[in-house]
């Protein structure tokens, strides 16, 4: 029971960034796209053919010089760090010839089709199965990565999980033909070449854009913003259908508006799709999350009230949407020619990952959406969260080993991954009076490299140092490349913020750290013996038992639906001196169950915390300086 709540466990702990995140390292076109090429893959799809969870894919493949091809579905893709072998969910695999004749196929592995007589294949037609309601256990594909099949409701089509390429034939062009039921809309940040109320068609330059760019075909939820020059679309699908797209629309417009003034005043895409999916109940993976993309991001989120949804959307937003300028404009050959069958990993995921954190955070501050406290508390929870993972362990040697033998610590890269941005930044700031940050860094680096330009994996410190001081590739080789921790806090007091490493803090434990459980089938909150985990004599005091049903938090019921908006509510609201008033359901020794009601007074209480972040009132001249630059108060 508990290990299905975990999720539950989680968005209360993290609001804001809900169960845990895949990212995508992605750019687009690749270095040798010059040779572009007429001889096109055809796709098509009829979704209105399609069964509960499955259906067919046809395809009029390229014509081929060889004699042999070899047909290959991904076994990963850009950003999941996980291999999927999306050839486990495809099956009866046909090939015809010219004269409607089968042609006999070998499937050399899970994921690859051996065809013979190649230059005589006229069609290809195979049945792809959902990934979402697999019973498959082993590597799920965690859902923002996979495949959703939902006959007349909503088709999930992740690229990957359905198109594959032949060997040799990645850099053709590739174009999508869709037949779809009335009313249905594809979303995507692909740009339609026609759409029609029942079909729609598409056409991308290579294999790479392909898997870049996931579609949703359902009844649409969607508003469009324009912003920076870019169109920006909102996508929602619910099975309760509500009108989502719009709050959520209105929640993200003042971020995205942010980043486009930190960005320079213009948007360097012309159309960006926040494509969201809510799952009603729990999906199979027990989590939920999001898959990044260059032009768009897919995202998988439990069906809350549209407040608390547009809450989370606009953190992952945040985060999302700079990844436009890296890894999509800058980015090393292992991303620019990303190898879908046998990937290899690039050693700089501190940048692709951490830089567009810290910017996420950093652009909210400068642009006056987040107060200097609040940033200054973002930056002390990255500090505490990167206390769960191998701070010696090189950041680079984590990034080339994060498909499998570190994957356990890829998710520093938004810890400490962060951190080294913000040191980054205030090491460049003060080696150049404050005139030159990480910002002016990353443009540098886009003035040579760009979507269409990969640089060596190896050489990027040298590009750096190149472009700023020879400290910094000091600092790099010593705090990136080497096993030494970040130094925090030489870097902090230089624009007059204090770190501790401990210290006692003194106030209100909303709910003296009892973490509720959620039990997905009686679909009630619980108290379950590791809600206790972290309790302290506040909580002690609260009078709640192991077993015992949450009903109600101050009158307010407690559901799946609106936890966030009433746990939200009333932690960020809670002061000494009021009431937490709960309604409980315990059973006595006979099993029998009482309503028991549950009065406690806050009190705020001692407790002990590991690094503790101060911002110095009074710093010098030279530290306050540095803070404005920093902070963009301060211009040359
Ligand atoms: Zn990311």
Redesign the pocket.
């Known amino acids: 029971m508990f290990e299905n709540s975990s999720l539950i466990v989680n968005l209360i702990n993290k609001p804001g960034i809900m169960g845990y995140?895949l990212?995508?390292?992605l750019a687009i076109l690749l270095c040798n796209s010059i040779w572009a090429n007429d001889n096109k893959y055809h796709f098509f799809i009829d979704l209105n053919k399609a069964a509960d969870h499955s259906l067919y894919v046809n395809l009029t493949p390229p014509a081929f010089q060889s004699d042999e091809v070899i047909y290959h579905m991904p076994a990963i893709v850009p950003?999941t760090y996980a291999i999927y072998d999306f050839g486990r969910f495809i099956s009866n695999f046909t090939v015809t010839d010219n004269d409607g004749k089968e042609i006999p196929v070998e499937r050399i592995d899970i994921n690859s089709w051996k065809i013979p007589r190649a230059k005589s294949i006229a069609k290809i037609r195979y049945e792809v199965g959902d990934t979402w309601s697999s019973e498959i256990k082993e590597a799920f594909v965690f859902e923002p990565g996979g495949t959703n099949i939902e006959k007349d409701k909503n088709f999930v089509i992740n690229t990957h999980g359905y198109f594959g390429y032949f060997e040799g034939y990645k850099q053709n062009s590739f174009e999508l033909e869709f037949e779809k039921p009335q009313k249905f809309y594809g979303s995507t940040a692909l740009i339609a070449d026609k759409n029609t109320a029942t079909n729609e068609q598409y056409t991308v330059n290579d294999y790479m854009r392909l898997v870049d760019s996931p579609i949703m075909f359902c009844v649409p939820d969607t508003t469009t913003l324009n912003i920076g020059g870019a169109k920006i679309l909102i996508s929602v699908y619910s099975s309760k259908k509500g009108n989502s797209s719009s709050v959520i629309a209105k929640n993200i417009e003042a971020v995205l508006k942010a980043q486009k003034d930190y960005l320079g005043g213009k948007l360097p895409i012309d159309k960006y799709a926040f494509i969201i999916y809510l799952y009603a109940g729990i999906p199979k993976s027990s989590s939920y999350g999001a898959l990044?993309h260059s032009y768009s991001s897919f995202y998988v989120l439990p069906e809350m009230e549209a407040t608390a949804l547009a809450r989370s959307v606009r953190d992952f937003a945040a985060?999302?949407f700079f990844?436009i300028i890296t890894p999509l404009s800058i980015h090393s050959e292992e991303i620019g020619n990303f190898d879908y069958n046998n990937p290899k990993m690039s050693r700089h995921l501190w940048m692709?990952?951490g830089i567009?954190?810290y910017f996420a955070g950093h652009a909210q501050v400068t642009q006056g959406l987040l107060k200097f406290e609040d940033y200054v508390d973002v930056l002390q929870k990255k500090i505490r969260g990167k206390e769960s993972y191998n701070d010696t362990l090189p950041f680079t040697t984590m990034s080339l080993g994060c498909l499998d033998k570190y994957k356990d610590q890829y998710d520093n890269?938004?810890e400490k991954g962060a951190l080294i941005g913000l040191c980054l930044d205030i090491k460049l700031r003060s080696l150049s009076a404050g005139q030159y940050g990480v910002q002016n860094m990353m443009n540098d680096l886009a003035k040579t490299y760009g979507k269409d330009k990969s640089f060596k994996d190896e050489e990027l410190f040298m590009q750096i140092v190149m472009r700023t001081y020879p400290q910094i590739g000091e600092f790099l080789n010593t705090y990136v490349d080497g096993n030494k921790p970040l130094p925090l806090a030489e870097m902090l007091n230089k624009v007059g913020i204090d770190y501790k490493e401990t210290g006692i803090t003194h106030e209100v434990s909303p709910l003296g750290g009892i973490t509720p459980a959620y039990d997905p089938t009686a679909g009630f909150f619980y108290i379950a013996t590791e809600s206790y985990k972290n309790i302290n004599s506040f909580g002690k005091s609260i009078g709640l038992n192991v077993g015992d049903d949450l009903l109600k938090l101050n009158g307010k019921k407690l559901t799946i639906e609106n936890v966030e908006t009433v746990l939200g509510d009333y932690y960020s609201r809670v002061k000494e001196g009021d009431m937490l008033k709960l309604l409980v359901v315990r059973k006595d020794d006979k099993g029998k169950e009482h309503k028991i009601k549950l009065k406690t007074k806050i009190v705020a209480i001692d407790f002990p915390v590991n690094d503790v972040l101060t911002i110095n009132k009074n710093p010098d001249e030279k530290q306050l300086a540095l803070r404005q630059f920093w902070l963009g108060q301060r211009k040359f």
């Open positions: 995140r990212n995508v390292l950003g990044e985060h999302e990844h692709y990952e567009t954190e890269v938004y």
